[in-house]
C-alpha cells in the first residue's frame, strides 16, 4: 500500500477511538450525574439525548480518560522499546518506537495532572459522596486535612499521614474551605467504611504513579535537552519499561475511583446497585465461567504471542497459513531443495 | 417511529443472518472437511476467505444489540432474562471462535492446530444453533413481556430447536455457494466441486427442514405458522425459489448471480419472519408499539443508525469487493 493512503487509513481509527471512548465515558458520566430524562410512574418517559451525553460529569471525566488512554498507550508502547534497547536492540526502529509514543506521553502528563486536579475540584462540587470519600472526610468542617494512605475503620480514619488543612486548600485554595463529610450521607445510602477505603486507597495509587509519570516526563525532557538523542541512560530506560504496567495500575485504580465512589448506587439517586443487579440466578456461574474462559484465552494469547516473538527471532516470518499441514510453500520448498 | 426504529433493527438481524451466517457455515465446512492431509484444501480456502472479513461481518450482531437496548428496552430485559442460557452459550462460541480463528493462523504444530482448529469449527456451528433457539423462543412466543420466563424450556421446545437447525443448515448452505464461487474464482475446479456437491447436499437438506419445520409450528407456533402462510407468503416463495435456483444453477451460472440467490434465499425467510411477526417483538403479547424507548430516544437512535448503516455499508462493501479480487492476501 502506498504511504499516503496506508496513513489515512489510520485517520477513522483514531476518530471513532475518540467517538468511542466519548461515548463510554458519557455513559458513564450520566450514571453519576443523571440529567436529561423524566421518571413518570417509575418509567422513563421524556429524555432528551443531548442533555444526557453532556451532563454535568461528562466534560472532565471525557478529557480525563481520553488523557488517560494516550498516557496508558504512550507508555506502554515505549515501555516495549525500552526492554527491546536495555536488550543491546539499539536501533532506529527500536530507538524510535521508544522515542514517538514516549514524548505523546511525557507532553500528554502534565495536562492530565492539570484536568485531573480540575476533575477533583468539580467532584468536590457536584459529587460530594464521592469526595468525601475520596479524600476519607468523615465529618463536615473547615481545615479539612489531605489524608494520604490509611483506612477507615470503625468510621475512624486510621493510619494515614496527615497534611494539615491539605484538602481544604486543594478544593478552594484556602485553609477554610469547607468540605462535606460522610456523616452527611443519609445513612441507608452511606457505604460502608471497607469501600470508603479502598476508593481513598486507589485514588491515592492513580495520584501518586500520576507524578511519578510526570517525574519520568521530566527527566526524559532534561535528557532529550542536554543530549538531543534518544536517551540511553540504562536507569531511564528501566523506569520507562516499569512506566507502562504503571500506568495500567493508575487507569484501573481511576476506575475503581469513580465506581466504587459511587456506591450504593448504580445511577445516583435513581438506581441503587443492589435494584440494578439481575435476579436470574446463576450470576456466580456465569461470572466464574467468563474469568475461566478469559484466563483460557489470555494464555492462549500469551503463548501465541512468544510463539511470534521466537518464530520472528528465527527470521521465519512466513506465516503458517495452511491449518492441519504443511504449506505449499514449503513443500515447493523442500522440492527445490530435494 | 418506533416500527421505522424495529425495521432498522431487523435489517440489522437480516445483514446479521446473512453475513455472520456464511462466515459461521465456513466454519462448519471446516468442522467437517475430515482429517489433516484430506481436510487441508478447503480448510485453506476458508481460512484465506475468512480472514479479512471475519470480524466484520459481526458489526451486525453488536448493532442488533444496540439497537435492541435502546430502543426497545422492556423487549431486551424480558428477552435476557429468559434466554440467558442460549445467549450465553453464543457468546461463548463466538468468543472462542475468534480466539481459536486467530490462534490458528499462528500455531504450526498439526496437533496444536487441530485443537485451536477445533475450537473454532465446533463453535461456529454452535453459536448459530444457539441464536437460532433464541430467534424460536421468542418467535413462539415463550418470551413474557416481564422477562424471567423459564430459563429451559424458553429454548428447549420445537420451534426453537427448528430455529437452531435451521440457522446451523442455512450457515452452512450460504458459506458452501460463497465458498464455491471463491473456488471458481481461484480457478481451483477441485476445490470448487467440493463446495458444490455440499452446496447440493445443504440446500436440499434445508429445504427438507424447513419443509418438516411447517409442521412443527402448525402445532408449536400457530401465529408464526398463519404469518407466514399468509402475509409473508410471498417471501417463502421467493426465499424456496431462490433457494431451488441456487440448488440448479450451481454449476452453469455465473458466481455473482448464484451467491446472490443464496442471499436472496436467507434473507427472504428471515425478512419473512419478521413480516409475520409485525406488529409485535414478543410473540402475541408485546407489541412494537408497547415495548418502544421515549420518540426522542428512538428518533437520536434512528439518526445514529441510518447514520452508521450509511458510513458501514460502503465500507463493508469495499472490504468485500476488495477481498472479492483478491487483494487481500497476505
Redo the contacts between chains.
Sequence with gaps: MAPWPHFWTGVPVVLSGIGGTVSVVAANGWMNQPAGFTVRDGR??????LSVIFNDAFWYEALHMLLAAYMVAGFVVAGVYAVGLLRGRHDRYHRLGMAIPLTVAAIVTPLQIFVGDVAAREVARIEPAKFAAIEMVTETGTHVPLLLGGALVDGEVRYAIEIPSGASLLVGYSPGTRIEGLAEIPAEVRPPDRLITTVHLAFDVMVGIGFALLGLSLWFAVLWWRRRTVPQNRWFLRAVAVSGALTVVALEAGWIVTEVGRQPWTVVGYLLTRDAV???G?VWL?FS?TLV?YAV?GA??FY?LR??RR?WREGDTA???????PSRARETAGEGAG | MSTFAAVVLFVGVVAYAVLGGADYGAGFW?LTAG???H??EP??LV??SLAPVWEANHVWLIFCLVMLWTGFPGAFAAIM?TL?VPL?LAA?GI??RG?GF???????K?EQ??V??AAFAASSVLSPFFLGTVAGGIASGRVPVGG?GD?VTSWINPTSLLGGVLAVLTCAFTASVFLSAEARRRDEPDLERWFRLRARVTAVVTGAVALAGIAILRTDAPRLFHGLLSRSLVLVVVSGMCGLGALLLVDRAAPRLIQGLAVGAVAAIVVGWGVAQYPYLLGTHLSIDQAA??T??LV?LTVVAVAAVLLVVPSMALLFALQQRGRLE?
Design positions: 422513563v418517559v421524556e429524555v432528551d439525548p439481575t435476579t436470574t446463576n456465569f465461567a474462559l484465552v492462549g494469547t501465541v510463539l511470534l518464530r506465516d503458517a497459513d495452511v491449518p492441519y499441514g | 471446516d482429517g489433516a492431509e481436510g487441508r480448510r485453506h481460512d484465506q432474562t440467558y450465553g461463548l468468543v472462542v480466539s486467530a490462534f490458528r493462523k499462528v500455531v504450526v498439526t492446530q487441530r485451536v482448529g424471567h430459563a424507548a421515549p426522542s430516544t437520536a497476505v
